[in-house]
């Protein structure tokens, strides 16, 4: 019962590793250092188990910081993303916008950060609530967790893959241009985001079996009450071995951050390159129409957009594997003597709010950066305010200024 109850109290930090990005067996190491230091006075009532044992810590200080960071902090940040990331799914699915590949593809990140925050602020910001006398919350929390749990993962793993198909679309526009006619099409893009959905679903189906609802001994209230605790599955070491120590580190944290980091390089090398090479606009005749330079100050900010895009993605899963391997550490220089540190929980609660930040994050790229995305934004919100768009030879449509629709007044004056 012992080992239940050590397995209880890393199974929420493994719900950080689906959020984060972690080597699995680090993770195992620091669960078996909690095992042997756990105090043998863990006790049953009535052979029922102690629900403290499945929190992370029950100290009132940590109690306190995870209410600030996850309950109130996530809260606001997941709020705002929620929000963003609508915005920006209805912006890259305009008319304008979706006859690009790219746009297919922020449009399937936005979609999925968007869910990945919703059950992101389930899962963290309901498990900090619930323990401040919410008895509602908790209830929800308790019996919506497993199959929620499911769902964060595959919007974690689909959020991670439309962020490399986005980077690769964006490598080969900026570095070969020349597979961009038969790569970078629509209908394609459309392919590839419903092939990533079907390999998230099909990759996280473990996930459903991992978690479950048990019923538990409350000792502060002393009443019988219900937790969220690992199955026998979860537990069994093959299958912790398999999935969470080499697939997990190979499709989802040090594959996708070691492939976006060479992308990217490769694309900021190629627009520097070019920025140095590009003859200066109106001198020779090289650019003289108004419109080919608005469209191609639209292309380089929208490509100065996605690069910041997964530029956040990479140091907001750096930073998140950073903290995972620095508990690492703390968790293998534990001793008997010196058991390992309640930093841990604060580090996850740090990881779990990276994530969201990164999702919310990108609207403001978006949005500060990107001038096509500003453009048709503006012609969202303000739809009397119509865009004049000309055709060019090659059949590409080069936006060329802005016209407004004559109010009725304004139209009986011209009549």
Not at 118 to 141: D, G, K, M
Not at 273 to 286: C, F, I, L, W
Request: charged share 15%.
């Amino acid at each position: 019962m012992i080992e239940l109850l050590a397995t209880n109290l890393f199974v929420l930090r493994s719900w950080a590793l689906d959020s984060g990005l972690v080597i699995a067996r680090n993770i195992m190491e620091s669960a078996e250092q909690v095992l042997e230091n756990m105090p043998e006075t863990t006790v049953m009532e009535d052979d029922l188990l102690i629900c403290s044992a499945c929190q992370g810590s029950t100290d009132p200080f940590y109690q306190t910081y995870n209410l600030i960071m996850s309950g109130c902090i996530m809260a606001l940040i997941g709020i705002v993303g929620l929000g963003g990331n609508c915005l920006v799914v209805r912006v890259y699915l305009s008319r304008t916008q979706r006859i690009h590949s790219s746009s297919i593809y922020l449009a399937a990140l936005a979609c999925s950060d968007f869910f990945l925050i919703l059950t992101a602020l389930f899962l963290f910001v309901l498990e900090a609530w619930r323990h401040h006398n919410q008895p509602s919350i908790a209830w929800l929390y308790v019996n919506g967790t497993p199959f929620i749990f499911p769902l964060a993962s595959v919007f974690q793993t689909s959020s991670v893959y439309f962020c490399v198909a986005a980077a690769v679309d964006c490598f080969i526009s900026v570095v070969v241009p020349s597979l961009k006619g038969m790569c970078c099409t629509p209908h394609r893009a459309r392919i590839t985001v419903l092939t990533i959905m079907g390999f998230c679903l099909l990759y996280n189906i473990p996930h459903v079996f991992e978690v479950h609802k048990v019923s538990c001994w409350d000792d502060t209230a002393n009443v019988t009450s219900s937790q969220i605790c690992p199955t026998t599955f979860r537990q069994n070491v093959f299958y912790y071995t398999v999935y969470y120590t080499y697939m997990y580190t190979t499709f989802m944290a040090v594959g996708p951050l070691l492939l976006l980091i060479v992308i990217n390089i490769c694309v900021v090398s190629m627009v520097v390159y070019r920025s140095k090479t590009r003859p200066p606009a109106g001198k020779g005749g090289e650019i003289t129409e108004r419109g080919t330079g608005i469209a191609e100050e639209a292309e380089e900010s929208d490509l100065t957009s996605l690069i910041l895009v997964v530029f956040f993605f990479i140091f907001c899963n750096s930073t998140a594997l950073f903290v995972n391997f620095l508990e690492m550490i703390l968790a293998a220089n534990a001793t008997e003597e010196n058991p390992p540190s309640n930093i841990f929980v604060y580090l996850v609660d740090f990881s779990n709010l990276l994530i969201v930040v990164n999702g919310t994050a990108n609207f403001f790229c978006y949005l500060l950066f990107g001038a096509s995305f500003k453009r048709t934004l503006k012609e969202i919100l303000n739809p009397r305010q119509k865009l004049k768009l000309r055709v060019d030879e090659s059949n590409e449509i080069i936006p060329v200024g802005w016209k407004s629709e004559p109010t009725k007044l304004e139209g009986a004056a011209l009549l």
